[in-house]
């Protein structure tokens, strides 16, 4: 199928509805990471989705079925493996999370970020 310029999809003039949410209580180690999602995009498989992410001060544990490309656009966080070992991302920073990593995400300053996300089926 051939698309035209009409399907491009710049974020920036693609208006939708943001989605807000809560991090499961089971999972939340400190704070109200409450979470905001403005997803631009999803493929029609359902498998790849492309959008907008931003949370609150908190941390949380993470379990990734998925594969995720990320760039940070404002705030930082901090990122832990379960051996302990972390990394923190803030603005500008790209990065790939890989299917299969578990650990902690936690927000030390508010945090905006583009996600692209592949999770196979």
């Not at 400190?30 to 905001?36: A, C, E, H, L």
């Not at 990394?87 to 030390?108: E, H, M, N, S, Y």
Request: glycine fraction near 8%; hydrophobic fraction near 35%; aromatic fraction near 10%.
């Amino acid at each position: 199928m051939t698309q035209t310029i009409d399907a491009i999809i710049n974020f920036g003039q693609h208006k939708v509805k943001a989605e807000h949410y809560e991090v499961a209580q089971e999972k939340i180690l400190s704070g109200d990471p409450k979470q905001q999602l403005e997803n631009h995009y999803s493929s029609p498989c359902d498998q790849f989705h492309a959008g907008i992410w931003q949370g609150q001060v908190g941390s949380w544990k993470v379990n990734y079925s998925e594969h995720e490309y990320c760039e940070i656009l404002s705030g930082s966080s901090e990122i832990i493996d379960e051996a302990g070992k972390s990394l923190t991302v803030t603005k500008g920073d790209r990065f790939v999370i890989p299917a299969g990593f578990k650990g902690v995400w936690k927000v030390l300053q508010e945090c905006r970020k583009v996600y692209v996300v592949f999770e196979q089926k």
